[in-house]
């Protein structure tokens, strides 16, 4: 699907952020994705959904009816590229891995970047942790203060 999608968003100046398909009698198909500034408009997200509605029209991958929903990541958005680990730096986050690291698979603390392809956490014990972007199932900020503020600077 993302390989379906990317290239028309780019062409209209988007970036993906995330594609996830959930529901087993009513399909739900969620597109998230913002301009490369971080930004997403009502106009953004409707001009995005006429152009993957068209393409999916198109292509058909999807068995059977679904909805479509197209937004913004969001204040308190996923992670999902290695970029938005260096990009979000010094916020709050919670990440799951698909393996446990030091014997757990969830953390929570403050995004210190990236070294390689391992994301930087300071854990809220005050352990530095190298966490492998490979291997992390889910991430997301977390709604503090902080992250509410930049965000209104930034928006």
Do not use: H
Not at 38 to 67: K, Q
Not at 81 to 96: H, I, N, P, Q, S
């Amino acid at each position: 699907m993302e390989a379906l999608i990317t290239p028309s968003l780019a062409d209209m100046g988007y970036e993906l952020v995330r594609v996830r398909l959930t529901g087993s009698e009513k399909k739900v198909l969620q597109i998230m994705a913002e301009k490369a500034d971080g930004t997403m408009t009502i106009e953004g997200c409707t001009e995005v959904s006429r152009m993957v509605s068209a393409l999916l029209d198109v292509e058909d991958p999807i068995s059977g009816a679904y909805d479509l929903e197209v937004s913004s990541p969001g204040i308190d958005r996923p992670l999902t590229r290695l970029k938005d680990f260096d990009r979000w730096a010094g916020f709050e986050a919670k990440v799951e891995l698909e393996q446990t690291v030091e014997g757990q698979r969830r953390y929570r603390g403050k995004l210190l970047g990236l070294k390689d392809d391992n994301v930087l956490l300071q854990a809220d014990d005050g352990n530095r942790l190298e966490l492998p972007f490979s291997g992390v199932r889910k991430a997301k900020l977390i709604l503090t203060d902080e992250l509410i503020a930049a965000s209104s600077r930034s928006g």
